[in-house]
């Protein structure tokens, strides 16, 4: 089963052993089938959960109610750990959308053919993403809009981009 990383627990949220967890999700309608969840653990691998509740505060905080998690001594605990989720919950996004899971780690090379590294992570500034590309002669920074990336082409792991002045 693929997961994938929907969270991180911040804090506690009362008394009964709620999880205040930082979303990473762009949109919380995972959240309404979610069911059961995997938390890192100590030695780095995952333990699953049954979700009791879950509640979306805005869309960048959600409440999590985790089955054997009853107190706020056994919920301090696990503050600081990831929080991730069956990837079969994942909805198909439109044509042209992807998920910054199914970038990183894609080939980028220019229109000319210029190979210039690979995308190391992606992350949100208030009017598009940005790819931070690196592995190359240096770490770029591709912000994620039509002039810059040309094409997107996830079955052979590529994608293609224009550098503009400056980049």
């Known amino acids: 089963m693929e997961l994938i990383k929907i969270g991180k627990i911040?804090?506690?949220?009362g008394l009964r052993g709620c999880l205040k967890v930082a979303s990473y999700?762009?949109?919380g309608e995972i959240l309404d089938s979610l069911g059961e969840a995997f938390l890192e653990t100590e030695e780095g691998g995952l333990r699953r959960f049954r979700v009791e509740q879950v509640t979306c505060r805005d869309g960048r905080f959600f409440?999590?109610?985790?089955?054997?998690?009853?107190d706020r001594d056994s919920a301090s605990a696990l503050v600081g750990r990831g929080v991730f989720a069956s990837?079969?919950?994942l909805q198909s996004l439109p044509e042209g959308e992807y998920y910054w899971r199914d970038l990183i780690?894609?080939?980028v090379v220019t229109e000319?053919?210029?190979?210039?590294g690979r995308i190391q992570a992606v992350f949100p500034?208030?009017?598009?993403?940005?790819?931070?590309?690196?592995?190359?002669?240096r770490e770029i920074l591709l912000p994620a809009i039509?002039?810059?990336v040309r094409k997107v082409d996830i079955q052979k792991g590529l994608i293609t981009v224009r550098l503009l002045k400056g980049l």
């Open 125 to 137: 500034t208030g009017s598009h993403d940005v790819y931070v590309c690196g592995g190359g002669k």
């Open 146 to 148: 039509s002039e810059v």
């Open 112 to 116: 000319e053919g210029e190979t210039l």
């Open 63 to 70: 409440v999590l109610k985790l089955e054997g998690i009853g």
């Open 10 to 13: 911040v804090k506690l949220h």
């Open 87 to 89: 990837a079969l919950h």
């Open 25 to 27: 999700l762009e949109s």
């Open 105 to 107: 780690g894609l080939q």
